[in-house]
């Protein structure tokens, strides 16, 4: 008689061993045994789940010699059994993946997360929490490769599915725990940004991302705050996080609660003897040492030091402005006179304005810098409560900035409020999230994929200043879901504005510069260069598809965003960011001067920038061709639109 193999009694029993805890060899006993019987009884789906199991639990055990015979086989089997590209395949990949980043394989497991983000986004929805999790794991394999611009993509991709998907994202354990990840991550950029030699990566670049890892850490104690889940062991997570961070922008003072509060939730969680816990409380107690120490050496060296001549505590940016302003006087508002509304509420700062874009430095401060928020409801609630709300938010903003401002505030906003009784759009307060769209960019929702028309009279600018910015609440999901949309550009609207780039950069700087210095027309020349400049900038970004880099903003932040951009690991042109810089420094010489080399150096640039693009659009499998005239890549760009829409092929 055949023997028989049973999947459900084998999970059943599997879970009862872990739960009472039993030795790693019973465990061991039971999986091979269970392999033997899933093989005698021909049920390869059933080895398949006791494969799939196994992977898991050698990797726990860091038993990475014997999973890789376990990994190889799974996959052949799989493969055997016809399931690629299903859901079971794509499980097995990830698990395969998971092992193989665990022995420290990173290519292989690289290679497998690859596979299975490409099977699953063929057969999974859009917004499948499969995804997320895989995104998840990928941005993992990225930290450990010390690549954390592109973990921060995964993370942020999976956390835009989990706030699409959440029914309440202000109470979702896993939104948390990713938040608290990419505090993480935006921490190890700045490491990485400190470290490197670049001249293009500031002081002011490391300050932004640490100031955006605290941010994200803050939002990650609110959202475990809200789950009631303050003592969970990933909260401790986020309070060393975002101590840590504290500390690293010298706000020691400050600092000091969060890891003292860690201390105590690592405490309940591993117990007050482990050594996780004794060893973070010894960092602590480092930590409290070096804050008397700045504090002696301050009154020892100053015992009478004025107020003026403190130290000047790093500036707060803008974001971080209204996100302080949100939570200790908008929400607070909230909770109290519209407790019926808040679970409805989406909140944030979007739109105009440098802090929006995360490029606001001191001078920035000299206008409209002061705690503003946006607040957007449906449509139904803003009939409602639009008006009696906003009247609730100027009272709140102006008790706040008269409490907590300063005079330059103050007047700033007193400004503002005289200018939008004037006419002047505003950029804070109360919005329906339709209105909002349309006050930005004339539509009130993104156009469809169908109406390509539409989405070609949005210029770039515009969309960069929709999609920009931070979201702190959305339990809805509404205001999230519609701002994304804006990001999904159609893949065939991106590609004909590619080949309008490529007109344009071949026009202005291959074509017509050239003619422009054979008449010695220098202004012109500068137009030209202008043109050249801004059509590859835009090219950049559309290359590098908008949900991934957005969008180019306006021509003030195109530099301060292409820098940023080229930065990051995995980016398509990350190389033309400094030819271009050093061309706008040869071309007032080289305009002006008909006889200085910097003419000839000019063109030379320009050539190897056009080089280097015809080798992007190749890479991106857009062109077969070699040519890096860029007018004559057009055609072989447009052939991949596959719409006949007329407004894609002018």
């Known amino acids: 008689m055949t023997q028989q193999f049973d999947t459900h009694q084998f999970m059943t029993t599997l879970d009862a061993l872990f739960a009472e805890h039993a030795s790693p060899e019973r465990i061991d006993d039971f999986l091979q045994e269970a392999m033997v019987t899933a093989e005698n009884a021909g049920d390869n789906a059933g080895l398949l789940a006791v494969l799939n199991e196994t992977m898991g639990f050698y990797r726990s055990q860091e038993r990475h010699d014997e999973n890789q015979w376990i990994v190889q086989r799974s996959l052949e089997l799989a493969i055997r059994m016809g399931l690629t590209g299903t859901p079971t395949w794509v499980t097995t990949l990830i698990n395969a993946a998971t092992a193989m980043r665990a022995a420290q394989h990173y290519d292989q497991a690289e290679d497998l997360y690859d596979q299975a983000l490409a099977a699953a986004q063929n057969i999974c929805d859009p917004n499948d929490r499969t995804l997320a999790a895989l995104h998840n794991n990928r941005s993992m394999l990225f930290m450990e490769t010390d690549r954390p611009e592109q973990a921060r993509d995964e993370l942020e991709q999976a956390l835009r599915i989990m706030q699409q998907q959440s029914p309440d994202t202000q109470r979702d354990l896993d939104i948390a725990s990713s938040l608290t990840n990419l505090a993480q991550v935006w921490q190890a950029i700045a490491h990485k940004q400190a470290a490197t030699s670049s001249p293009h990566v500031s002081e002011m670049e490391v300050l932004q991302s640490l100031h955006q890892a605290l941010t994200t850490a803050q939002q990650a104690l609110d959202a475990f705050h809200a789950c009631n889940q303050d003592n969970d062991g990933h909260a401790a997570a986020a309070l060393i996080t975002y101590g840590n961070v504290l500390v690293e922008l010298g706000r020691i003072d400050e600092a000091l609660p969060s890891l003292r509060r860690a201390i105590d939730v690592l405490a309940l969680n591993y117990g007050p003897d482990s050594i996780r816990t004794k060893d973070f409380a010894e960092y602590v107690h480092s930590i409290e040492e070096m804050a008397n120490q700045v504090h002696a050496e301050v009154s020892s060296s100053s015992p009478h030091i004025s107020e003026s001549q ?335 829409d007329p407004s894609l092929h002018k």
């Open 310 to 644: 403190q130290p000047m505590a790093p500036r707060q940016t803008g974001m971080e402005l209204s996100r302080e302003f949100w939570n200790t006087a908008v929400r607070p508002m909230l909770e109290q006179e519209f407790p019926e509304l808040l679970p409805r509420i989406a909140a944030g700062l979007v739109g105009h304005g440098s802090e929006c874009f995360g490029f606001d430095d001191e001078i920035s401060q000299d206008h409209d810098f002061f705690p503003r928020v946006c607040i957007w409801l449906t449509p139904e609630d803003f009939v409602q409560y639009g008006q009696t709300l906003q009247n609730a938010y100027e009272t709140t903003q102006l008790a706040y900035v008269r409490e907590h401002g300063n005079e330059q505030q103050l007047g700033q906003l007193a400004y503002v409020q005289e200018e939008q009784s004037k006419g002047r759009t505003a950029r804070d307060g109360v919005f329906s999230i339709p209105q909002f769209f349309e006050g930005l960019t004339g539509q009130a929702q993104a156009p469809r994929s169908d109406e390509p028309h539409l989405w070609l009279m949005l210029d770039e600018t515009t969309l960069a200043t929709a999609t920009n910015g931070r979201i702190f609440a959305d339990p809805l999901g509404a205001f999230s879901k519609a701002r994304q949309a804006f990001l999904l550009m159609p893949d065939d609207v991106r590609i004909a504005l590619i080949s309008r780039r490529l007109g344009m950069a071949s026009q202005g700087g291959q074509a017509n510069l050239p003619r422009m210095f054979a008449r010695n027309d220098a202004s012109a020349a500068m137009l030209c260069i202008t043109e050249f400049v801004h059509a590859i900038t835009s090219l950049v970004f559309l290359m590098n598809e908008p949900i991934r880099a957005g969008y180019c903003p306006y021509y003030k932040w195109q530099f301060a965003a292409l820098r940023k951009l080229s930065a990051r690991p995995a980016m398509m042109l990350d190389d033309v960011c400094d030819p271009l810089e050093h061309i706008l420094q040869l071309s007032s010489e080289a305009c002006f001067n008909p006889d200085s080399p910097a003419r000839k150096e000019l063109t030379e640039t320009i050539e190897l920038i056009c080089n280097r693009v015809t080798c992007g659009l190749q890479a991106a499998g857009l062109t077969s061709s070699a040519h890096t005239f860029l007018e004559w890549q057009r055609p072989y760009v447009e052939e991949h639109i596959s719409s006949s």
